[in-house]
Structures are given as C-alpha cells and as structure tokens.
C-alpha cells in the first residue's frame, strides 16, 4: 500500500481523512516522519497556506505529502474569518471562543449565509497540484451537536436541516469542504 504524509497536527481532520482513505493509502503523520515542529501558517490565502505546509515538509523530509487549509467565510462579514478560522478569537485556537465570537459578531443579523472552503496541496515526487473543496450554508443562531469539531456545531450545510455536529462522520463526509477536496486528491492519486 502506498504512503502519503498528512501534514497537520490535527487529530481531528487525521481521523476524518483517515476514514477516507481508507484500504486506499497508509496516511502517515508528521510524527510518524520525524516532523515534530509546528508548521507555519502565515500566507494571506488557504492555498497559500496549505502550499506552504506542503512544501516545507517535501523539502525537509522528501515524503510525499498533502496539506490543507480550510477557512468559514461569511457573507455578512465580508468573508471572514476565512484564512483567520482558526485563530478568530485569538492565538489560543479555541473551537469554542471562535463559536461564541461569531455568534456574538452575527447578532440581529439575517443573512446568515456562509460557505467553507477547503484547500489542499499535494506534493507527490516534487510535483505540486492543488485541489479545492466548496460547501454553501448558513450560520445557526445557537450551537446544535456533539460531533465534529471547529465551527461544525453552528453550520448547516445548503439542502440539510442539521449541522455539521449533529451528522455522523460518514454522513459530513459525504457532503464537506473537505470530503470534496479529499475526493479530488483520491481520482488524481488513482489515476497516476
């Protein structure tokens, strides 16, 4: 079975890509390589970041690897947090402080329009390919689920009546940012 690096620390999209992948690739993690830095996050754009991961860890570990980087963008906010997802309520990078910070910035507002967008850089023999994952939906008023993680409780994807935390795994991937930008990685990879 063929290797591929994920490079995140995050354990929470590992397992979702995992799941995915699954009896297709081994996903091998940054500490499973060797890789035990934090990867820097600091272009203006989610494929600037998810390139800049990428090719930092094909540089240093000549491991092929893809990354990602996902941002929730906002109608009434101009886009925002977009790129800044993460880190919108401060350096902490807490789910729940950037949930209650953009509830508190969309109070009293009735567009509450909102897509993720989700990036990833693949570098597979030095070669570098982008793919992109788009799901359209609205910002619940209140947190709704479990499951999940980032801002999932309070999105609701177009043409579904629950959020992100209340589908099971299986039932995001189907329809997420992600999940379309994994299954466009998936259909190059097999077509190699």
């Given amino acids: 079975m063929k290797e591929l690096c994920f490079a995140t620390n995050n354990k929470n999209k590992v397992a979702e890509v995992s ?3 699954e009896g297709q690739y081994k996903l091998l993690t940054l500490e499973e390589i060797g890789c035990h830095e934090e990867l820097a996050e600091d272009q203006d754009t989610l494929e600037g970041n998810s390139r800049q991961k990428a090719q930092y860890v094909w540089d240093k570990y000549k491991v092929n690897c ?5 941002g929730l963008e906002v109608d009434i906010l101009c886009g925002s947090p977009g790129v800044y997802s993460a880190r919108y309520a ?3 990078r807490s789910d729940a402080d950037n949930i209650r910070h953009l509830l508190k910035n969309m109070e009293g507002e009735e567009n509450r329009r ?3 967008r989700t990036s990833i850089t693949l570098y597979l023999d030095g070669e570098e390919h982008q793919f992109e994952g788009i799901v359209n939906g609205h910002i619940t008023t209140a947190w709704q689920g479990d499951k999940g993680f980032g801002y999932d409780p309070v999105f609701v ?11 099971s795994p299986e039932d995001k991937n189907t329809i997420s940012h992600r999940g379309e930008a994994i299954r466009r990685l998936v ?3 097999r077509a190699r």
């Fill in 19 to 21: 799941r995915m992948l």
């Fill in 157 to 167: 994807p177009e043409g579904h009546d629950r959020t992100f935390a209340q589908m």
């Fill in 90 to 92: 401060g350096p902490q």
């Fill in 66 to 70: 893809f990354a990602d980087d996902t």
């Fill in 187 to 189: 259909e190059f990879l």
């Fill in 114 to 116: 909102a897509r993720f």
